[in-house]
């Protein structure tokens, strides 16, 4: 009795890390588009899933990376920065080129974000203090945080959803 071949592909085939960074690519480029049409970031979901996949890029390469998703003052996306990169535990962030980069946008509000390397988004001490002090720097110059979000893997942690702003 002969044998049968499939001939359809295997439908979860070992990908190469290259394939995988041209995924994440496509999918950034699909949001982004998406997002550009004019819709505000109304949920805190919308946003998590939009810097999840920020953070997913090749350059997060287990360092820790702080951004900062500009918007408008009408919560419509100006752009997204990665503003500072650390080591594997932490990044200097300096709340003046925060404030210097709002400000040449014309941004009315902004998303901060970090990568916890680690796997865990669970927001520390240090987290919240640089929160803080941002908001009261950004404050001077009427700009708005509207959330800080910590990416781990796979949680996502919203400062808004947990009442830490």
């Known amino acids: 009795m002969p044998t049968v071949q499939s001939i359809d592909p295997p439908i979860y085939a070992a990908a190469s890390s290259a394939d995988d960074d041209a995924v994440i690519a496509h ?3 699909i949001l982004d588009a998406r997002i550009r049409t004019g819709d505000a970031m109304s949920s805190p ?30 919560l419509r996306i100006i752009a997204f920065e990665s ?25 009315g509000a902004v998303v901060l974000a970090h ?14 203090h640089l929160t803080a002090t941002l908001k009261d720097a950004l404050a001077l110059v009427d700009v708005r945080i509207i ?19």
């Open 27 to 29: 999918a950034l480029r």
């Open 83 to 107: 503003m500072f990169r650390g080591t594997l535990s932490q990044s200097s962030v300096y709340p003046r080129e925060v404030v210097k980069r709002a400000l040449s946008l014309n941004a």
């Open 45 to 74: 979901a919308q946003v998590k899933d939009y810097l999840r996949l920020q953070f997913a890029r090749p350059t997060a390469d287990g360092h820790e990376e702080f951004g900062v998703l500009f918007l408008d003052s009408q």
């Open 115 to 128: 990568n916890h390397p680690s796997g865990t988004a669970e927001p520390s001490r240090a987290d919240q």
């Open 147 to 165: 959330d800080h979000v910590v990416v781990g893997n796979p949680e996502v942690v919203s400062f808004a959803e947990r009442g830490l702003l």
